[in-house]
């Protein structure tokens, strides 16, 4: 028997367990990731970076339908270059992000919190309008990634919490 098919028989037969062990998708019927789904109102923004993570957030929640909980973000950036030349230019800068969330219920229960990082990179080896463009598409990036982040961390911790979510 090959090795493709024998890993093949493992990973089907490995997938077939995963039911008897608890084994739960966030995103099925009842787990802790579709408690949010049109349920999350998000604080309102006050940068262009907290503007771009809180539309990520809004694209992958939807719209509010009936609000629930409440999501608080706060981000925070940070930069580093990290490609330096010979004549001490910088050549290409690294956005670290680090972003603290708080979900609670309407009314003020914490149901999770937590904080992501992520981080990108950009080019500074053009004009300035090309180098401050390549900054605001990292930044766009980077929030995109840390909205992912956010959301990963919190369909998990709500998954793990118990059925069907946090308390409503």
């Known amino acids: 028997m090959s090795s493709s098919r024998l890993t093949r028989r493992s990973v089907l037969g490995g997938l077939a367990l995963l039911p008897a062990c608890g084994f739960t998708p966030v ?9 949010l789904r049109s349920a999350v109102v998000l604080g309102t923004p006050d940068s262009a970076n907290a503007f771009l993570l809180t539309r990520a957030l809004r694209i992958r ?11 608080a973000v706060d981000a925070r950036l940070t930069e580093a270059g990290s490609v330096i030349t010979r004549t001490q230019q ?6 670290t992000g680090t972003a603290t969330y708080t979900l609670a219920t309407t009314d003020g229960v914490v149901a999770a919190e937590g904080e992501v990082r992520g981080f990108t990179a950009y080019s500074a080896s053009g004009t300035t309008v090309a180098t401050r463009a390549a900054r605001a598409d990292a930044e766009a990036r980077l929030m995109e990634i840390l909205a992912d982040r956010i959301l990963t961390a919190l369909a998990a911790d709500l998954s793990s919490s118990g059925a069907g979510g946090p308390p409503a």
Do not use: Q
């Open 27 to 35: 995103f099925a019927p009842g787990a802790g990731a579709t408690a």
């Open 61 to 71: 929640l939807g719209d509010v339908e009936t609000p629930r909980f409440s999501l």
């Open 90 to 95: 910088i050549n290409r800068f690294t956005l």
